[in-house]
Antibody
Framework: QVQLQESGPGLVKPSETLSLTCTVSGGSMSTYYWSWIRQPPGKGLEWIGYIYYIGTTNYNPSLKSRVTISVDTSKNQFSLKLSSATAADTAVYYC??????????WGQGTLVTVSS | DIVMTQSPDSLAVSLGERATIACKSSQSVLYSSNNKNFLAWYQQKPGQPPKLLIYWASTRESGVPVRFSASGSGTDFTLTISSLQAEDVAVYYCQQYFSTPWTFGQGTKVEIK
């Protein structure tokens, strides 16, 4: 059973970079895409982007200028960096396995608050 | 981007009754070469991540109860819970995976009447 777990700071200051890591267990990262999705408190879901296990990325154009997703298959991890954070980036951030667009395994999510 | 619009935003249904949620995409998510609709449904219970229920518009994920069914093609889709159970209280989202960026509907909150 594939499991994903997000980790990283729960509080980020405005203008700083939000950084999160997702650790994958119970399965290989090979042959899959790996996505980040976020959900502002009380609101809907927004796909941030994905990375293929070999490092190819695809980002949501709405965030593309600020997003970097990287992968380290030796550690079974992939990471998200979102620069120039603002209060609008406050959200629960989820990582998920992306099977050609189907998000079939999700982490539990981690709340990141952007505030001074 | 493909815009996904769900209706209603919320609905209250009595236990054992049918709940129906609609989802409309701003452009077709039917891929003509394989005749598949790139449309999924997710269930999100409070404090939990979304759970994949349905893919290819009508295929239940393994372990999903048969009371959940879905249909539709092109731009118009429906999720039906045939006999609402207490554990079905959740927010339901449709999602298109026809083209990036993957996009979701705004969600439909299902409650017990």
């Amino acid at each position: 059973q594939v499991q994903l777990q997000e980790s990283g700071p729960g509080l980020v200051k405005p203008s700083e970079t939000l950084s999160l890591t997702c650790t994958v267990s119970g399965g290989s990262m090979s042959t899959y895409y790996w996505s980040w999705i976020r959900q502002p408190p009380g609101k809907g879901l927004e796909w941030i982007g994905y990375i293929y296990y070999i490092g190819t990325t695809n980002y949501n154009p709405s965030l593309k200028s600020r997003v970097t997703i990287s992968v380290d298959t030796s550690k079974n991890q992939f990471s998200l960096k979102l620069s120039s954070a603002t209060a609008a980036d406050t959200a629960v951030y989820y990582c998920a396995r992306d099977a050609d667009g189907l998000l079939d395994y999700w982490g539990q999510g981690t709340l990141v608050t952007v505030s001074s | 981007d493909i815009v996904m619009t769900q209706s209603p935003d919320s609905l209250a249904v009595s236990l054992g009754e049918r709940a129906t949620i609609a989802c409309k995409s701003s452009q077709s998510v039917l891929y003509s070469s394989n005749n598949k609709n790139f449309l999924a449904w997710y269930q999100q219970k409070p404090g939990q991540p979304p759970k994949l229920l349905i893919y290819w518009a009508s295929t239940r994920e393994s372990g999903v109860p048969v009371r959940f069914s879905a249909s539709g093609s092109g731009t118009d889709f429906t999720l039906t819970i045939s006999s609402l159970q207490a554990e079905d209280v959740a927010v339901y989202y449709c999602q298109q995976y026809f083209s990036t960026p993957w996009t979701f509907g705004q969600g439909t909150k299902v409650e017990i009447k």
